[in-house]
């Protein structure tokens, strides 16, 4: 059972060091690209809020075709911190996104940048570039021109703009494709200029809008690994939008679970994968198997917990619901092991169904009280013997496995 | 690789209806390109007739072309159509390009159908109605100031115009990708900056197509010309309707085939200017 509990939570501090400890080669080339970030003067990280959304609505139309895209939703992004909204389709990441970009005004609350409200401004005057969806790449420029357009437009001298302009097309291994048109190159190459674009003017906040969601599987694979380095070379904080969770668990410094207009739970891919509070987080990332179980007693944030099997456990409670009579808890099938002999399992029922998977195998468990459990196993050479389904088996798990979920 | 083994024997797919295949269908589109391009024919040919007549052919010769490029009057008509095709068109394209971005640019609103009527009232308010109106509201004018310059002609060109130069901006408008301006705002240009270094170069296919539309347009205008001209403002169509009345020589089918050329010449142009452009 020990084994369980070493997959658990690495503290916070650990990965926010990460990203000080980037080669230096990434960092001396950072610097000369945009001079020193502030943050990192002094050796030391200083959690500054980049982007905060303040109690931001945003409601589209009026009268009974009124959509609530954003309810009331507070959320802080740090400074260097490659932070993604994950959510399914039509949940409001694009909208938020357009709000910290300036394309939509809040209908209430505000949006502040380096604690400066920029609610009011025009997108032209925020420090904010996106890397949108489609690229929009302007098809009548050259690669070199698109990727100048915002230096140029910000009123730098000539010189400067095409120095940047190598400096970027460097940075996204481009250089061949300077001088072609952006109708005459690939998909990933437009992915690099709309990236590089959209990087040269050095934002303090890069928004980017389901930007691998064009890309066939491969690319895919290639651009996340391309835009962590991007990340961890420029230092500049990125928004990322998907409703992969997982590219979103990969990636990410930090996660938004988003649903219906609502932030769920903000934390570490970590955090979010293995302590997920709401039932909906629980389902959308990853397999999960929920079961009701019995409030025995509550102390502390501490509670006892029985199982329908009668076996007990103890869990941390969530704020506010010590009244709680039953709750839902969450155990992931890899985090759950099928009992060996002389193990006290904690549930029990009847194997109903093996399926190989090559590196794992997963064992569906008919309970006694009727609800299906999941156990997936690694599959290891002289293993355990392989399990027939009609076997009864008993189900174990460490108490760091189960996880309350705030109903 | 195995779709393109086909059974033996006749192709039993059914194939969608095809008017390609009705019987009679060479015949009738046959009729058709005859009947259409029949006349423009003969009178090309006709413009190089060495005789007097418009139906005898007397042999080659380039004798009525010289006639023409000789009269001062088709001269004079002909550079006063030119005038007042470029002033036309010109005004006529900077005003639809505004009207195109005014009705697309823009959340719909109540009454935008109205706008959209208002703009192309010229196609379908009958010629004749609006040659009279206009008649009747520059002679007011006339003797109000006294004024009976070229600006009345250049003025009710223009207003017939502006549907033909705006339906193409629109078009292309319509067409465009909007997120390419919102990226352009993102990176930091002004609304205006956008326009210019976004909107506009992409939407200049648009422009230049409405623009010739509305120089041919103009240039062979008849009815409300000939109720708007003054005294001594023919134009070539209306110089040349005058000469029908009186006596028909192979001048008039050389003038049409020069005419004719320069209509091909301008459709060339554009085609292989908004080529270029992709
Ligand atoms: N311009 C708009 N007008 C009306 N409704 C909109 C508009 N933009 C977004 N919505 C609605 O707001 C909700 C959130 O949309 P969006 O932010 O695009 O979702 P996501 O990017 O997460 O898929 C959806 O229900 C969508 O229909
Ligand atoms: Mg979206």
């Known amino acids: 059972m020990i084994t369980i509990s070493a997959a658990f939570a690495e503290p916070e501090s650990i990965v926010s060091e990460r990203k000080s400890a980037q080669p230096l080669a990434f960092r001396a080339f950072r610097d000369t690209l945009f001079g020193p970030s502030e943050t990192e003067t002094g050796g030391k990280r200083l959690a500054k809020a980049a982007v905060e959304a303040r109690h931001v609505t945003k409601a589209f139309g009026d009268g009974p075709e009124r959509v609530l895209a954003l309810d009331n939703v507070s959320v802080e992004i740090r400074e260097n911190e490659f932070f993604t909204l994950l959510g399914p389709s039509g949940c409001g990441k694009t909208t938020l996104l357009r709000l910290i970009a300036g394309f939509d005004h809040p209908t209430n609350g505000s949006i502040l940048l380096n604690g400066e409200d920029i609610s009011h401004l025009p997108p032209f005057k925020r420090p904010v570039n996106t890397v949108f969806q489609s690229y929009a790449l302007f098809p009548h420029m050259s690669v070199a021109d698109n990727i100048g357009f915002g230096l140029e437009m910000q009123g730098k001298p000539k010189a400067e703009v095409a120095k940047a302009v190598d400096d970027m097309l460097r940075l996204v291994r481009m250089e061949e494709l300077k001088n072609r048109k952006t109708s005459q190159i690939s998909g990933g190459q437009q992915q690099r200029v709309a990236l590089a674009r959209a990087l040269a003017p050095h934002p303090k906040v890069l928004l980017l809008d389901e930007p691998l969601s064009a890309l066939d599987l491969k690319l895919r694979k290639e651009m996340q690994i391309e835009l962590k380095r991007l990340q961890n070379e420029t230092g500049i904080t990125f928004v990322f939008v998907t409703h992969d969770q997982e590219e979103a668990l990969t990636m990410s410094d930090r996660i938004a679970v988003m649903s219906a207009g609502h932030i769920l739970q903000v934390g570490s891919p970590r955090e979010i994968y293995d302590r997920p509070s709401e039932r909906f987080v629980a389902n959308f990332i990853g397999d999960t198997n929920l079961m009701e179980v019995e409030v025995v007693s509550v102390s502390n944030g501490r509670a006892r917990l029985r199982f329908a099997s009668g076996a007990e456990t103890e869990a941390d409670m969530p704020e506010g619901m010590s009244e709680a009579k039953s709750v839902t808890v969450v155990v992931r099938p890899e985090h759950a092991q099928l009992a060996g002999t002389g193990d006290n399992g904690v549930l029990s029922g009847q194997l109903e169904n093996v399926v190989y998977f090559g590196t794992d195998t997963h064992y569906h468990v008919r309970l006694d009280e009727g609800v299906l459990f999941t156990v997936r196993a690694q599959n290891v050479r002289g293993g355990a013997e392989e399990r027939q389904p009609g076997a009864r088996t008993d189900i174990v798990f460490s108490e760091l496995a189960v996880q309350v979920l705030r109903d | ?278």
Request: aromatic residues 12%; glycine residues 6%; positive net charge.
């Open chain 2, 1 to 278: 690789m195995a779709e393109s083994v086909q059974p033996p024997g006749p192709d039993k797919r059914i194939r969608p209806f095809s008017v390609k295949r009705q019987t009679g269908f060479t015949t009738v589109a046959i009729i058709c390109f005859v009947a259409l391009y029949a006349p423009i024919l003969t009178l090309v040919v006709f413009s190089f007739n060495a005789g007097e007549s418009i139906a005898n052919w007397g042999g080659f010769s380039w004798r009525w072309y010289e006639a023409a490029w000789a009269n001062e009057q088709v001269k004079e008509v002909s550079v006063r159509s030119l005038v007042i095709a470029s002033c036309a068109s010109a005004i006529a394209t900077g005003l639809a390009t505004m009207a195109a971005l005014g009705t697309t640019r823009t959340r719909p609103y109540r009454g935008l159908t109205a706008v959209f009527v208002v703009i192309n009232q010229p196609l379908m308010v009958p010629e004749i109605v609006s040659a009279v109106a206009l008649l009747i509201f520059f002679a007011m004018i006339k003797i109000a100031t006294g004024y009976t310059g070229l600006g009345y002609l250049i003025a009710a060109h223009t207003a017939f115009c502006i549907p033909f130069a705006y339906l193409p901006i629109r078009a292309r408008l319509e067409s465009m990708d909007l997120t390419l301006e919102t990226a352009a705002a993102d990176l930091y240009a002004t609304p205006w900056k956008a326009f210019r270094r976004v909107t506009l170069p992409l939407l200049w296919p648009g422009i230049l197509a409405g623009a010739m539309l509305a120089f041919v347009i103009s240039l062979d205008d008849v009815v409300i010309t000939e109720f708007v001209k003054s005294a001594g403002q023919d134009t070539l169509p209306t110089y040349m309707l005058g000469q029908l009345r009186r006596n028909v020589t192979p001048e008039m089918n050389a003038i049409s085939t020069a005419f004719l050329a320069l209509s091909i010449g301008l459709v060339t142009i554009f085609f292989f200017l908004s080529r270029r452009r992709k």
